[in-house]
């Protein structure tokens, strides 16, 4: 099968001087994009569960955080999964993005790591006398940016341009990303004085912000029969596609957002505003809308209700909401504006 997989590791074409002047967008990946029919609302929910269940023979005890991921890559958007180390964030990222077929790339963010080595670099080719361009990890459709707070600010950036745009530009050339394109990205909690925070454009891109946990006694159990012998990760198989990933997509997209959720969206926005001394932007309004709009479509319906909305605002919004006081959180602010704001 031809996917996304072999347009991130196929090499790339030679590029003259003039062509990269012109900043002339790349079209390697055009083929991944070819247009698809939507999937029927209960059609992609049973797609959602299959995965679900599947990532679940890898990952014990941890069905919200599973769904949560396919709820980002459904709503075209990036997830930051903040936790200590060692439980199963790796793990996760590789067992969803094979349970559909996806191209898979780590980067392990360092001290010493340049954006370079996240969005590729050209390398001068003695035989053609040109410059060739080896595309970095991220191109790929899953990318896991693994403890991306080790790695300073100007490395971080790297990404910003692919998470918005979906695209990376590199000598005046612009080259497109595989579709689906999602970065998941672990940060670690637990040594302040070695990492670096997070700028607030790059962490306005994640679309959810979940912690996995410790597991129960009875789960960690579990997974250490699981995994004191061959890796069950190892011998995950896909039970869907990238193109039914796509098609999913769509089905999403054409999900009805009418206009008294849209001015309740945006009235809890405001309502952050007012509460911290940095509220909800409208990039995370409208990443509550998409996300709300998958839990409609995993409820089997073609239409979002407030419901959607106040399932999803825990995960999308207090990640970006700086208040003055250490004592009160994004997650009080969020949980105070679900209680004040009144659904019209």
């Given at each position: 099968?031809?996917?996304?997989?072999?347009?991130?590791?196929?090499?790339?074409?030679?590029?003259?001087?003039?062509?990269?002047r012109?900043?002339?967008?790349?079209?390697?990946?055009?083929?991944?994009?070819?247009?698809?029919?939507?999937?029927?609302?209960?059609?992609?929910?049973?797609?959602?569960?299959r995965?679900?269940?599947?990532?679940?023979?890898?990952?014990?005890?941890?069905?919200?955080?599973?769904e949560?991921?396919?709820?980002?890559?459904?709503?075209?958007?990036?997830?930051?999964?903040?936790?200590?180390?060692?439980?199963?964030?790796?793990?996760?990222?590789?067992?969803?993005?094979?349970?559909?077929?996806?191209?898979?790339?780590?980067?392990?963010?360092?001290?010493?790591?340049?954006?370079?080595?996240?969005?590729?670099?050209?390398?001068?080719?003695?035989?053609?006398?040109?410059?060739?361009?080896?595309?970095?990890p991220?191109?790929?459709?899953?990318?896991?940016?693994?403890?991306?707070?080790?790695?300073?600010?100007?490395?971080?950036?790297?990404?910003?341009?692919?998470?918005?745009?979906?695209?990376?530009?590199?000598?005046?050339?612009?080259?497109?990303?595989?579709?689906?394109?999602?970065?998941?990205?672990?940060?670690?909690?637990?040594?302040?004085?070695?990492?670096?925070?997070?700028?607030?454009?790059?962490?306005d891109?994640?679309?959810?912000?979940?912690r996995?946990?410790?597991?129960?006694?009875?789960?960690?159990?579990?997974?250490?029969?699981?995994?004191?012998?061959?890796h069950?990760?190892?011998?995950?198989?896909?039970?869907?596609?990238?193109?039914?990933?796509?098609?999913?997509?769509?089905?999403?997209?054409?999900?009805?957002?009418?206009?008294?959720?849209?001015?309740?969206?945006?009235?809890?926005?405001?309502?952050?505003?007012?509460?911290?001394?940095?509220?909800?932007s409208?990039?995370?309004?409208?990443?509550?809308?998409?996300?709300?709009?998958v839990?409609?479509?995993?409820?089997?319906?073609?239409?979002?209700?407030?419901?959607?909305?106040?399932?999803?605002?825990?995960?999308?919004?207090?990640?970006?909401?700086?208040?003055?006081?250490?004592?009160?959180t994004?997650?009080?602010?969020?949980?105070?504006?679900?209680?004040?704001?009144?659904?019209?």
């Amino acid at each position: 099968m031809t996917d996304a997989r072999d347009a991130a590791e196929a090499p790339q074409p030679a590029e003259t001087g003039d062509t990269r002047r012109a900043g002339k967008k790349d079209s390697h990946s055009r083929a991944d994009r070819t247009e698809l029919s939507p999937m029927e609302p209960d059609a992609a929910s049973a797609l959602v569960d299959r995965v679900v269940d599947n990532v679940e023979e890898v990952i014990v005890g941890k069905h919200d955080a599973v769904e949560h991921v396919l709820v980002t890559l459904l709503a075209r958007g990036h997830l930051l999964v903040e936790d200590v180390p060692g439980v199963g964030k790796t793990t996760l990222a590789k067992a969803v993005s094979r349970s559909v077929d996806a191209s898979f790339k780590r980067v392990q963010f360092t001290p010493d790591l340049l954006p370079s080595d996240v969005t590729g670099v050209n390398v001068f080719n003695q035989k053609t006398d040109e410059f060739d361009f080896r595309p970095g990890p991220v191109f790929a459709n899953v990318v896991l940016g693994d403890e991306i707070n080790r790695a300073p600010p100007k490395t971080q950036s790297a990404l910003l341009e692919a998470m918005e745009e979906r695209q990376v530009t590199t000598d005046g050339v612009t080259r497109e990303l595989p579709d689906p394109f999602c970065v998941i990205a672990t940060q670690n909690d637990v040594e302040p004085g070695r990492t670096y925070e997070l700028p607030v454009a790059e962490v306005d891109r994640f679309t959810k912000k979940i912690r996995l946990g410790y597991p129960g006694v009875e789960e960690e159990a579990t997974i250490l029969d699981r995994t004191v012998g061959d890796h069950p990760v190892d011998a995950v198989e896909p039970v869907a596609t990238v193109g039914e990933v796509r098609r999913a997509r769509r089905t999403v997209s054409a999900v009805e957002v009418t206009e008294p959720v849209r001015t309740y969206v945006a009235r809890l926005a405001e309502h952050t505003r007012r509460e911290a001394a940095l509220g909800v932007s409208p990039r995370g309004s409208l990443a509550l809308l998409r996300t709300a709009q998958v839990r409609a479509v995993l409820d089997d319906r073609d239409y979002v209700i407030p419901d959607d909305v106040q399932a999803e605002a825990p995960t999308v919004l207090p990640h970006r909401i700086r208040t003055d006081s250490g004592a009160r959180t994004g997650e009080d602010v969020v949980s105070g504006a679900l209680e004040r704001v009144p659904v019209e």
